[in-house]
């Protein structure tokens, strides 16, 4: 399985866009990247994944680089309740060889007020 | 439609005795996922399961450890003789899908506490 690498954490202003980096240089062709994050005392949330292309939803966008190594999580305007661990994961689509998911320990972001 | 739902929340057990969790899923969902978060570290996937059977428990330690999904009822994590080592937050994930990493709906966890 290809490896992540997140900043442990990050602050942003309120009402400001939070970007989050994840490096996965060796993430093969037909792995996808996927985003979680866990609020305090909660379980796991799933955010948004994405193969190549650029993805958007309600709660974020994911902006993927072009040879792939690199992707970046945006939440547009965070607010205090963005506060939470974020995890970048890449595997197969729907799991693929492995149904379980693998977190890292993530970037706490922390949404200063 | 009511969320995964884990009980109980917190437990607290001597070491030697057993713990059993529980983990109702969604309704519709017949794959259960069970995950360990040890103090200041992510989730690790324990084992999954279908209806009567394990499909993947490659994350389970190799003794004291069992899971179990029957046909009627909740998932139960079952933990015997329990060590200060086995202090986590667990938690079950629910799907509908085999693998389908995007709808694997989490429960809020069973705060584990050995004594």
């Known amino acids: 399985d290809a490896k992540t690498t997140q900043p442990p954490s990050m602050d942003c202003a309120e009402g400001r866009a939070a970007n989050l980096p994840c490096n996965h240089s060796?993430?093969?062709?037909?792995?996808?990247v996927y985003w979680y994050r866990q609020i305090h005392s909660q379980g796991p949330q799933y955010i948004i994944h994405?193969?190549?292309n650029n993805e958007t939803n309600e709660m974020a966008s994911l902006i993927i680089t072009e040879d792939r190594k690199s992707s970046t999580l945006i939440l547009p305007h965070a607010t205090l309740r963005d506060t939470a661990v974020y995890y970048c994961?890449?595997?197969?689509?729907?799991?693929?060889?492995?149904?379980?998911?693998?977190f890292g320990k993530g970037t706490h972001l922390i949404i200063q007020p | 439609n009511a969320g995964v739902m884990q009980n109980p929340r917190h437990l607290v057990r001597r070491r030697g005795q057993e713990a059993r969790l529980r983990c109702s899923p969604m309704k519709g969902h017949s794959h259960v996922y069970w995950y360990r978060q040890l103090p200041e570290e992510g989730l690790k996937f324990m084992v999954y399961l279908q209806k009567e059977n394990i499909i993947d428990e490659s994350g389970m330690p190799k003794e004291r450890f069992s899971a179990e999904f029957p046909k009627e009822g909740p998932s139960i994590l079952r933990i015997q003789q329990v060590v200060r080592g086995d202090s986590a937050a667990y938690f079950c994930?629910?799907?509908?899908?085999?693998?389908?990493?995007?709808?694997?709906?989490f429960g809020p966890g069973t705060r584990l506490l050995v004594l």
């Open positions: 060796t993430i093969s062709g037909n792995e996808y």
């Open positions: 994961i890449v595997g197969l689509h729907s799991g693929g060889g492995a149904d379980g998911l693998t």
């Open positions: 994930a629910s799907s509908p899908l085999r693998g389908s990493w995007e709808t694997q709906y």
């Open positions: 994405g193969l190549k």
